[in-house]
């Protein structure tokens, strides 16, 4: 098993940035593929972005697309996610997950997931 903690949310204003991490439990985080999903109230829970073993493939939403770039550190058993040019309909609780089963990869289904991270972003 592998345990996720979310961290980095805030409040921030449109147009600005911020930076989630994602650290995982245990040694074996080179093996998980990641995603970064969001909820936003009243929504059903969206796919935002994912990272491959390595790091070296990447797929994003349409709607971050060109503003949102997930990364990952295997060593550090972080994953990131830089949010710039960040809009009120960004507003969300975002959740990282886990899953060592490639096929899954990138929009699930996750096997692990963490607690969230409030982004709020204000007009």
């Known amino acids: 098993q592998v345990q996720l903690v979310e961290s980095g949310g805030g409040l921030v204003q449109a147009g600005g940035s911020l930076r989630l991490s994602c650290t995982a439990s245990?040694?074996?985080?080179?093996?998980?593929?990641m995603g970064w999903f969001r909820q936003a109230p009243g929504k059903e829970r969206q796919f935002v972005a994912a990272?491959?073993?390595?790091?070296?493939?990447?797929v994003y939403a349409d709607s971050v697309k060109g503003r949102f770039t997930i990364s990952r550190d295997n060593p550090k058993n972080t994953v990131y996610l830089q949010m710039n040019s960040l809009k009120p309909e960004d507003t969300a609780v975002y959740y990282c997950?886990?899953?060592?089963?490639?096929?899954?990869?990138?929009?699930?289904?996750?096997?692990?997931w963490g607690q969230g991270t409030q982004v709020t972003v204000s007009s």
């Open positions: 990272i491959f073993w390595n790091g070296g493939i990447s």
């Open positions: 997950a886990a899953t060592d089963v490639p096929s899954r990869w990138p929009r699930g289904p996750y096997d692990y």
């Open positions: 245990g040694d074996t985080f080179s093996t998980y593929v």
